[in-house]
């Protein structure tokens, strides 16, 4: 170009008198609703607004609202914005499970992004689904990108205390269990966790999720934990248009953000926050999506980081105590000052990480975000676990209470080990038939298992692992077992559960052969959940497995068809497996071939 600009890609479309047949016919139909040919052909940036709210998508659902804050702030910067829908995700709503989204809204959000005249994008989120799927696609692509959140909603309250969203589900459902609360209460328990626009409000998968793309420096700082009602919201929404525009100006590209470094600081974020056990599948997702290394083993670097957020399911408070007291550039403050995170990572400032946060003030309510020296307990990161039923599955520490550490962690004589009676169940619809049976036998001493559950298995991996105890456990104090399984389970949980076990059992993980009433070790210290038998039994019952292996149930559409065909397991981001070989794919293949 004469001014010395670099061209646009959106140009390609718009301004290539190479091909004027082309160009016109690309131009006459994006006039037809007011825009002009000189906006188009002005080499100004064309940038997307990639919209994840709608009607069906209650936790994202202010976007629609907060894109105009967005547009204006593009505008502003000289850019012109252009809005288009995403396939919806709502965690609550979609059955089977909303992961099964995932991987379809990422798959169209790639089209869209490489196959349209755009030159960067707004990735809105809320659902910690659409954290994954927008920012694997961006990686996908590797264009221009930023991440802007919704927020959580307001707190909620409930006779006076605090009613966590998420959270208040599984403590309301022990409190039914023992006919302590009728179904009226237990629906109005539940429904006031949920006061205003927003996502969960506890640091459940969603508030995790914002914080990741926070951590690895894909959104503003300070974006994730502002409540979606506050002034600020929109007016981060603002700020976000118009530091769109500069970054696709300075061609400041996922690939140049989403480094080693930069998921090693969503790790130790993550451990600090005591944040949710989606949080390693999504975040591996996008490693993979970018070319970037990250073994489910690498979560373990986060586990002597302390818990510093003291925040529902983990803590005490909720989100908007979160946001006041300094959100998440106050926990990359202590992290900082503790040596415990890369400040050189680049971020989509412009600046790094360091920078980013020089001049930004520790905490004020150390009761919400304590100092590292001071935490709520010592080691809060994730422990990976192994043994003879699964290569990997994931444990979330910072739940562990302190009734749960005492039974089953701290025998006198073997500290940190504990060993049961495997309960098994064949998916969710077995566990709710039968948890309360005087057929089961279930004690204090069982741990719970639930297989078939898994990315194929189900599928699409629900949030099913955090089995609550039988009711006559409950009614003896009894709030958890050890539970374990090849599913998720919803980071609002309190659940100390061991799950996303991989290889799943649907494909030939050791989880398909475990029987009721099999001896079943847990050994803390080394990392390691085993079924005491040997191993010529365990090949026997491989054997008998694989002869005649249980019939799954059918894919219902054809998507779950494709969804099962290609899908991978959750240690390893339960990505599509023919989509990761695509990478960097605007630097790889150049504009789209022309359509006429």
């Not at 989204?101 to 659902?127: I, K, M, S």
Request: with cysteine.
């Amino acid at each position: 170009m004469s001014d010395g600009k670099k061209r646009l890609r959106s140009q390609d479309w718009w301004l290539d008198y190479h091909e004027p047949d082309m160009t016109a016919l690309y131009l006459e139909r994006y006039l037809n609703f007011g825009l002009t040919r000189e906006e188009l052909q002005s080499g100004r940036p064309i940038i997307g607004i990639a919209q994840t709210g709608s009607d069906l998508a209650p936790c994202n659902r202010h976007h629609i609202d907060l894109a105009h804050r967005v547009r204006d702030g593009i505008r502003d910067a000289g850019g012109i914005p252009f809005e288009f829908p995403c396939h919806p995700v709502q965690e609550t709503g979609k059955r089977p499970t909303a992961m099964l989204d995932r991987n379809l809204q990422y798959l169209a959000l790639v089209e869209v992004l490489y196959g349209y005249p755009l030159d960067g994008v707004v990735l809105t989120t809320g659902c910690d689904k659409t954290v994954g799927a927008l920012v694997m696609a961006a990686a996908t692509v590797d264009l221009p990108a930023i991440v802007l959140s919704g927020g959580p909603m307001l707190n909620g309250y409930h006779k006076g205390g605090l009613a966590g969203s998420g959270t208040i589900v599984w403590h309301a459902r022990q409190l039914l269990a023992k006919e302590e609360i009728d179904l009226a209460e237990f629906m109005d328990m539940v429904c006031a966790s949920a006061p205003s626009v927003g996502h969960c409000n506890t640091m459940g998968t969603a508030s995790s999720m914002n914080a990741m793309a926070e951590a690895l420096g894909m959104s503003l700082p300070g974006c994730s934990a502002i409540p979606a009602p506050y002034r600020e919201r929109p007016q981060m929404a603002y700020l976000t248009g118009k530091r769109i525009v500069d970054m696709v100006r300075e061609d400041l590209k996922p690939s140049k953000i989403l480094t080693r470094k930069a998921f090693e600081n969503a790790i130790s974020v993550a451990a600090a926050a005591g944040a949710s056990t989606n949080c390693p599948p999504h975040v591996i997702g996008i490693a993979r999506h970018m070319g970037v290394e990250l073994d489910i083993k690498d979560w373990e670097m986060g586990r002597d980081i302390p818990l510093l957020v003291n925040m529902q399911p983990a803590g005490e408070y909720l989100g908007e105590e979160f946001h006041r007291a300094g959100g998440v550039p106050a926990v990359i403050k202590e992290l900082i000052k503790a040596g415990r995170f890369h400040t050189d990572a680049l971020t989509c400032t412009g600046k790094t990480m360091g920078e980013n946060h020089e001049a930004i003030p520790f905490s004020a309510d150390r009761n919400v975000i304590r100092p590292y020296e001071d935490p709520l307990k010592p080691e809060a990161g994730f422990v990976i676990m192994s043994g003879n039923i699964f290569d990997s599955a994931v444990m979330k520490t910072s739940v562990i209470t302190p009734e749960f550490k005492a039974k089953y962690l701290e025998h006198s004589d073997h500290p940190g080990l504990f060993e049961g009676r495997a309960v098994v169940f064949e998916g969710p619809e077995d566990y709710h038939n039968r948890i309360d049976s005087d057929e089961i036998d279930i004690d204090e001493d069982c741990f719970l298992f639930i297989r078939n559950v898994g990315p194929v298995g189900y599928p699409g991996a629900p949030e099913v692992v955090n089995m609550r105890p039988p009711a006559k456990l409950i009614e003896k104090g009894i709030k958890a077992l050890p539970t374990i399984g090849d599913g998720r389970q919803s980071g609002t949980s309190e659940s100390p559960s061991i799950l996303n076990a991989s290889p799943e059992s649907a494909v030939g993980g050791n989880l398909a052969i475990i029987q009721t009433g099999d001896k079943v070790r847990l050994d803390m210290e080394k990392g390691r959940l085993d079924v005491l038998i040997d191993a010529e039994e365990i090949e026997r019952r491989k054997e008998a497995w694989r002869r005649n292996p249980p019939k799954m149930p059918p894919s219902q559409t054809p998507w779950q068809e494709i969804y099962r065909r290609d899908v991978g397991q959750l240690a390893t981001g339960a990505c599509l497996e023919p989509a990761v070989l695509h990478l960097k794919v605007i630097e790889t293949h150049g504009t789209p071939r022309r359509n006429h």
